[in-house]
């Protein structure tokens, strides 16, 4: 039995996760939950799951869920609460699927506290990859990606000999606007931006997957957690969302890894692993005629994924930069304080105008993310 405690309960991942803990009652439990805002949800998660630990953002929600539970669980709040459910001694598993860098510091307590960290915040290996490898090792914890492009690759390259990989594509949707000329870009709105046409999931990474930001953070996650460098990662455009990365080799084949895009699939992978056993979606439905298409991205009309290229190649926190000015671009877009072009001008003009260091601790790693987050949002404040 694993007992889980998952950050991030009542998001996208969150209720995902919940719905493979329902179909695998005899193999997961739940022990501890946190969330943020969502008390409703969260209350009626406690009812359902029970567990024994409960974090909400702040400290009249836990007052609030103290009084409309029907049981006892300890309630915390804030950073010292979703720490306490990420360090709870009866968890031996963390769904770390908290959104953006708020995630960094309980991800990496967890792997150096010696828990399987199932990670769907690719923010905090973006941000601190160096660093969540050195907790792990120092802890004995066990980081496995859940995000479905870096789930695919850990199942193509378990047991592989390094030596016969000659790069590693992972796929990309290519967002809402994958057709739209570049000027119709320019001018796009929040609901056309958040019209994602194969994932269903929360807003920021909707976003991202429109300026194709979200494939650049996933790069350099699959360069963090395989050892890769920018040369050996590669980006394929597949619309229909249903392969979700290949492996190349020196022969000049490939391996991919093809599975129904629904998000379930890779965190019972991470679950369960390294167990198959069924679950909530069923197998892969061949006997459907259909049809897949690969196309290369261009960078012209989506630029993030250049400048995660860019990152990626200068290192030490230049990634940490580029994710913390993109969270600030992004939340302004949201906000309707930035037009849709203007994500990656921000996030473009804090790269060039900051100066990544090494990675060093965790504290130099939130240095840097704090001094991109306040250049970004002189940024935002400027063009405003
Ligand atoms: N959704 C997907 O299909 C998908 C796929 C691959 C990777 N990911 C990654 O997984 C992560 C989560 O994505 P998502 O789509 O599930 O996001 P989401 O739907 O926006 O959910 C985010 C979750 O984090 C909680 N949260 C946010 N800030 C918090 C804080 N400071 N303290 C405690 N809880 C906090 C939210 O709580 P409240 O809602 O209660 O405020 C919510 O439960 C992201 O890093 C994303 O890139 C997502």
């Known amino acids: 039995m694993r007992s889980l405690a998952i950050l991030g309960s009542t998001g996208s991942i969150g209720t995902s996760t919940l719905d493979v803990v329902r179909a695998h009652p005899e193999r997961l439990t739940v022990v501890a939950l946190a969330a943020g805002r ?14 024994r630990c409960v974090s909400v953002g702040s400290r009249e929600d836990a007052d609030w869920l103290r009084a409309a539970l029907p049981y006892r669980p300890d309630l915390h709040w804030g950073e010292t609460g979703l720490m306490a459910c990420a360090l709870h001694p009866g968890a031996d598993t963390v769904v770390a699927a908290i959104v953006g860098s708020a995630g960094l510091a309980s991800t990496e307590a967890a792997l150096r506290a010696g828990r399987r960290v199932c990670v769907a915040n690719k923010e905090s290996l973006v941000v601190g990859g160096a660093l969540m490898h050195e907790a792990a090792l120092a802890g004995g914890g066990e980081l496995l990606p859940v995000d479905s492009e870096h789930a695919a690759l850990h199942q193509l390259l378990d047991g592989r000999d390094r030596a016969t990989i000659r790069e590693v594509r992972i796929t990309a949707s290519g967002g809402p606007f994958r057709d739209w000329p570049l000027a119709r870009i320019h ?18 990474i909707t976003i991202d997957s429109a300026t194709l930001m979200n ?12 050892g890769l460098t920018a040369d050996q990662v590669a980006v394929t455009v ?7 990365a290949m492996v190349g080799f020196h022969d000049g084949t490939y391996q991919l890894q093809v599975s129904a895009n629904d998000m379930k699939l890779p965190i019972q992978y991470c679950l369960l692993y390294p167990d198959k056993q069924p679950g909530p979606v069923a197998p892969y439905p061949w006997e459907a005629a259909r049809t897949w298409t690969f196309e290369a991205p261009d960078l012209d009309r989506f630029p993030c994924l250049g400048l995660a290229f860019e990152a990626l190649r200068t290192g ?5 930069l580029l994710n ?11 906000q309707g304080r930035l037009g849709f072009w203007d994500i990656q001008a921000c ?38």
């Not at 001018?187 to 920021?204: F, I």
């Not at 494939?215 to 395989?226: D, N, Q, T």
């Not at 913390?324 to 949201?334: G, I, Q, S, Y």
């Not at 060039?352 to 002189?378: I, M, P």
């Open 38 to 51: 969502n008390r409703e949800l969260l209350k009626a998660q406690c009812e359902a799951f029970r567990p």
């Open 187 to 204: 001018a796009a709105t929040v609901a056309e931006a958040l019209n994602h046409p194969t994932w269903k999931m929360g807003p920021k």
């Open 215 to 226: 494939k650049g953070l996933e790069v350099i996650e699959a360069s963090v957690l395989f």
């Open 238 to 244: 597949h619309p229909q969302s249903q392969v979700h």
């Open 316 to 320: 030490g926190t230049a990634p940490a």
């Open 324 to 334: 913390a000015a993109n969270e600030v671009a992004v939340a302004a877009f949201l």
């Open 347 to 384: 996030n473009r003009d804090t790269l060039s105008s900051l100066q990544a260091t090494a990675q060093g601790s965790l504290e130099q790693v939130l240095d840097a993310d704090r001094a991109a987050r306040r250049h970004a949002e002189g940024w935002v404040q400027a063009r405003a």
